[in-house]
Nanobody
Framework: QVQLVESGGGLVQPGGSLRLSCAAP????????IGWFRQAPGLEREGVSC????????YYADSVKGRFTISRDNAKNTGYLQMNALKPEDTAVFYC???????????????????WGQGTQVTVSS
């Protein structure tokens, strides 16, 4: 089973920025869509953003549109989520996932993704 690896989480003040990374040791992300999800305590895991295999197609949840930017570098086999203007309500564990069904489906639900990371904590607090 492939395990993706997220990094870049941490504690940041409201209005601050973080850049999350998603690596895939032993697995080639090129050719597959990448999704980012988050899960706050007591809530279900929700889709935040996703990107197609070439990087040309993207989706953002309304709650993060204009503040978050998803990208990928297939040469580095890594996906990214740049998060700006962070708010306390963004506090959650963030997960990346790979959709093995193709290069782009605009998949936004957890059941549409096959490989997951262990998550990285993002805390937005003053």
């Amino acid at each position: 089973q492939v395990q993706l690896v997220e990094s870049g989480g941490g504690l940041v003040q409201p209005g601050g920025s973080l850049r999350l990374s998603c690596a895939a040791p032993g697995f080639t992300l090129d050719g597959y869509a990448i999704g980012w999800f988050r899960q706050a305590p007591g809530l279900e895991r929700e889709g935040v953003s996703c990107i197609g295999s070439s990087g040309g197609s993207t989706y953002y949840a309304d709650s993060v549109k204009g503040r978050f930017t998803i990208s990928r570098d297939n040469a580095k086999n890594t996906g990214y989520l740049q998060m700006n203007a962070l708010k306390p309500e963004d506090t959650a564990v963030f997960y990346c996932a790979a959709d093995l069904r193709g290069p782009w489906r605009a998949a936004t639900t957890t059941t549409e993704y096959d490989y997951w990371g262990q998550g990285t904590q993002v805390t937005v607090s003053s």
